[in-house]
T-cell receptor, first 115, second 116 residues
Framework: GAGVSQSPSNKVTEKGKDVELRCDPI?????LYWYRQSLGQGLEFLIY????????KSGLPSDRFSAERTGGSVSTLTIQRTQQEDSAVYLC?????????????FGDGTRLSIL | AQSVTQLGSHVSVSEGALVLLRCNYS??????LFWYVQYPNQGLQLLLK??????LVKGINGFEAEFKKSETSFHLTKPSAHMSDAAEYFC??????????????FGRGTQLTVWP
């Protein structure tokens, strides 16, 4: 389909391992957002990209989290030395362009479980 | 600063009854407001949005919401609930300016249960 695609859909890993989550936005969408959804914290903003640059990284919870976007399309969110509190659903969204009025289209998320 | 409060983490209605999900917002700039729905193991789907203009906004699946500036509210309604409406609903306000432009601030969500 033409929606936002995230992979993997589920990831189980051991504490201390690194994980990489992938997001393919809708073709032509220049803005890309990462959010985290957990029972305790609800939906939290992590980072967004306009093109390949990330003007707002303020939501990243620690320096173990990083993200990049290449070619203005695919983005990867990397979590190093995972901790149990990183267990959550990581959602990616894209919009046609950056703007407060632009609706964001979400993928189905990656459910991350840290053992 | 932007924030959203959704009153009632759980709402239960009978099939055919009115659905009312409450949302109040706080925004330092004129707000753009959104309602999203999330079905189990899926992402968020946009129901409707308010940007400017008409304060009564119609969305998909028979839902509508009214922007009331004086009450800082954006409540979601549907005249007659259907079993397929059972899901979690999120109200969100968009970041208004600068580096937060476009960033969404979400409420904690309201789980809607529809009884037959």
């Amino acid at each position: 389909g033409a929606g936002v695609s995230q992979s993997p859909s589920n990831k189980v890993t051991e504490k201390g391992k690194d994980v990489e989550l992938r997001c393919d936005p809708i073709s032509g969408h220049t803005a890309l957002y990462w959010y985290r959804q957990s029972l305790g914290q609800g939906l939290e903003f992590l980072i967004y990209f306009q093109g390949n640059s990330a003007p707002d990284k303020s939501g990243l919870p620690s320096d173990r989290f990083s993200a990049e976007r290449t070619g203005g399309s695919v983005s990867t969110l990397t979590i190093q030395r995972t901790q149990q509190e990183d267990s959550a659903v990581y959602l990616c969204a894209s919009s046609l362009e950056q703007g407060a009025h632009q609706p964001q289209h979400f993928g189905d998320g990656t459910r991350l479980s840290i053992l | 600063a932007q924030s959203v409060t959704q009153l009632g983490s759980h709402v239960s209605v009978s099939e055919g009854a009115l659905v009312l999900l409450r949302c109040n917002y706080s925004s330092s700039v004129p707000p753009y407001l959104f309602w999203y729905v999330q079905y189990p193991n899926q992402g968020l789907q946009l129901l409707l949005k308010y940007t400017t203009g008409a304060t009564l906004v119609k969305g998909i699946n028979g839902f509508e919401a009214e922007f009331k500036k004086s009450e800082t509210s954006f409540h979601l309604t549907k005249p007659s609930a259907h079993m397929s409406d059972a899901a979690e609903y999120f109200c969100a306000v968009s970041g208004g300016r600068g580096s937060t432009l476009g960033r969404l601030y979400f409420g904690r969500g309201t789980q809607l249960t529809v009884w037959p």
